[in-house]
């Protein structure tokens, strides 16, 4: 698809950022080549964090903003559920939203105001239009939603030790001596990271290492790639710390004044040595022995954490376990040391407007995002004494292809007797089950501020181009609803841009104009906050070797308070021998980009990652098609034997619709709704499975 069809359009270069949920949230200089066109997207160069970099995917957004499939008028479905846009016909804006209004007044009466579930989340990180729609939850008292399929594990364990969502900047990866990329695959989903870690490594000589288990594009690119088996992170954590308490490389003076109980760890990891570890990590005692060894060195040493963590059963344990390493060295306290998840409590954000906190209701039930599947099919456990959902409204999310279970998932959305609206760029697949499908504005399209979790800067932008055909944003159908539904908050009658200025000022931030003037606002912290020498996040000032998981989940009783290999995951068994994990696709993210013909192209097709050994004893040849499965379904998928993994690990970079697999059955039919410890999260990396060989009449 050419990116611009406009004849001799010289290109206007306007500011935006990018709102895809990725850490890197980058500021953009999208080109305008008319009202309503755009041409190439690229990086803000005088950005220091963005540096005028951005992915390839965003880079061609023109792709996808000027798709001709994108939705471009309501429509009511008048065919079968899940066959797409042929079972649609065109209706008017106020039609569809008198409908939707009607049907969950309906549902309202009958059983009750939690029997309606909005239901959303990051296809867009923007706050305004991925945040309004609790305003509206709150004030109409609808079923709340918990928020668990992204990052509820990995921030259990960061809050556990460090007490606070921020780190060290990550401009400082340029001035480190050793960075480790753990749990994170940057060069696919956070490539300005690699800017960084390229000046350090031409300027200081920096030695990069990737901790993941396989040799994904960051692996391929880094000095060393430590390969370990999914899930075992925590016990490679303690085989290090064995050898920097034993070998003298801990920092006994930068504990003893900022960690709660060195003396306890200490003794706690003296009998879990590199051999030890070696056996549950699959990672050679020596290759352990020396990284520790080279982390102990390395003052200077940044560990940037990524969301790998937050996708397996003990990824809480496991992060937490990361994070003790630089308070043991004392790494914490020099520049270019410590470590980062995400700085999303620097911004001091204030969004009790945009949400309409002063209405929320805390008695009102919370529904398990991620469990979907068990939410629409009755399952008490999660329903308790409320009635069953009988209407929702659907924004920035694509459940039917990016939620676990997926079979149980298409059966909840395929009963007749519920209500589904979908606000959506595309006919996705959650879209083709939906009783009304809207269409919705690109960022492109709408004003909005977004906060990044991966760097410093604030951001807020104008809408670019005008939105395409009847495209409506967020705030506008969020608004129009409320109308219908007699809903009084004074945000439902303001303008996005208004909201945004009243956010700002009540988070004592400057006016909206002149952040937009400027382009960023600056949030970055002085050196000695940044690195905690002022004092970590909790009560005591400490940082915790000793979690308190108590008070961050209900689900705490078989988590180790100490540093340890909590037993919870998937284990493999004799009849489901592999673990499979189902990494990030390098031109997808999540299920955006996925209709865009650039990142098709580039992707291929779904494919299966499997150990030469592994496929020789199955009998499976390069492209050959396996059948993978568990308890909960079945996927035909096509092979690639690879040496880049361990015996016994499967890897699926995904997602891909369902439809792209033979058979149509995607990869998260496999993965499983289990709610991760201890406070819930999805677990897409932590999957058993079996693999044989396809049968031409299965395929």
């Not at 606070?164 to 956070?190: C, H, K, Y």
């Amino acid at each position: 698809m050419p990116l611009d069809t406009t004849p001799n359009a010289k290109p206007e270069i306007v500011h935006s950022a990018c709102p895809h949920d990725c850490p890197s949230t980058c500021a953009l200089e999208v080109e305008r080549l008319s009202p309503t066109r755009i041409g190439r997207v690229h990086g803000a160069k005088d950005n220091p964090y963005t540096a005028g970099v951005i992915c390839a995917k965003v880079a061609r957004y023109a792709e996808r903003q000027h798709h001709p499939d994108r939705l471009a008028q309501p429509m009511r479905r008048v065919g079968e559920k899940g066959v797409g846009i042929a079972a649609f016909e065109p209706i008017p804006w106020k039609q569809a939203l008198d409908e939707i209004a009607e049907r969950f007044m309906q549902a309202e009466q009958t059983w009750g105001a939690e029997s309606v579930w909005p239901y959303y989340y990051a296809g867009t990180m923007g706050l305004v239009q991925r945040d309004g729609i609790h305003r509206l939850r709150h004030e109409k008292k609808y079923s709340r939603q918990k928020d668990t399929i992204c990052v509820q594990l990995s921030d259990s364990g960061w809050m556990a030790g460090v007490g606070v969502m921020r780190g060290v900047d990550a401009r400082e990866i340029a001035e480190s001596d050793l960075i480790i990329a753990w749990g994170t695959n940057p060069v696919s989903t956070q490539v300005n990271v690699m800017t960084h870690v390229a000046r350090a490594r031409k300027e200081r000589g920096a030695k990069f290492i990737c901790v993941d288990p396989y040799r994904n594009p960051t692996a391929e690119v880094a000095d060393q790639h430590i390969m370990l088996r999914p899930g075992t992170d925590a016990a490679l954590v303690l085989g290090m710390m064995h050898v920097l308490f034993a070998e003298g490389y801990a920092d006994r003076d930068y504990m003893a004044r900022y960690a709660d109980d060195p003396a306890a760890l200490e003794a706690h990891v003296r009998d879990r040595t590199p051999d030890w570890a070696e056996v549950v990590t699959g990672v050679p005692a020596e290759t352990i022995r020396e990284f520790a060894r080279l982390y102990g060195r390395s003052k200077r040493a940044y560990i940037r954490v990524g969301f790998g963590f937050s996708r397996a059963r003990n990824g809480a344990v496991s992060l937490h376990a990361v994070t003790c390493l630089p308070t043991i060295t004392g790494a914490w306290a020099h520049k270019g040391g410590g470590a980062l998840y995400s700085n999303r409590s620097l911004y001091r954000i204030d969004n009790s407007f945009i949400i309409g906190s002063d209405l929320l209701d805390r008695s009102v039930r919370e529904l398990d995002q991620s469990r979907i599947g068990a939410v629409l099919t009755g399952d008490q456990r999660d329903l308790g004494d409320g009635p069953p959902v009988m209407a929702m409204i659907v924004q920035n999310t694509n459940p039917m292809m990016v939620c676990p279970n997926t079979n149980l998932v298409r059966k909840g959305l395929s009963r007749s007797d519920l209500f589904l609206c979908v606000h959506e760029q595309f006919m996705t697949e959650t879209a083709a089950m939906a009783d009304i499908v809207l269409p919705a504005t690109t960022f492109l399209e709408h004003d909005d501020i977004y906060r990044g979790s991966g760097h410093t800067f604030l951001q807020v932008t104008r809408k670019v181009v005008e939105p395409y055909a009847e495209a409506r944003t967020n705030h506008y159908v969020i608004c129009e609803l409320a109308k219908r539904l007699g809903c009084q908050h004074p945000a439902f009658a303001m303008t996005e841009w208004e909201i945004i200025a009243e956010t700002l000022k009540r988070s004592n931030w400057p006016a909206p104009d002149e952040m937009y003037e400027k382009h960023w606002q600056e949030c970055a912290l002085d050196f000695e906050t940044a690195h905690f020498l002022n004092g970590f996040g909790h009560a005591d000032e400490k940082f915790h070797f000793k979690a308190d998981w108590a008070k961050i989940g209900p689900n705490h009783a078989r988590l180790p308070s100490l540093p340890d290999m909590a037993p919870v995951f998937d284990a493999p068994t004799p009849e489901r021998p592999f673990r499979m994990v189902t990494a990030p696709a390098r031109s997808f993210l999540n299920s955006t980009f996925t209709e865009t013909p650039g990142s098709k192209k580039r992707e291929g097709r779904p494919t299966l990652l499997i150990h030469p050994d592994d496929a020789a004893r199955l009998g499976l040849l390069e492209g050959d098609l396996a059948e993978v499965g568990n308890e909960r379904g079945l996927v035909f998928i096509h092979v690639k034997p690879f040496h880049g993994l361990l015996p016994g690990v499967v890897i699926v970079e995904s997602i891909w619709p369902n439809a792209a697999f033979v058979g149509g059955n995607g990869i998260n039919t496999l993965t499983s709704d289990e709610p991760g410890l201890p406070n819930g999260g999805a677990v897409f990396h932590d999957t058993a499975v079996w693999i044989g060989k396809a049968a031409e009449s299965g395929a």
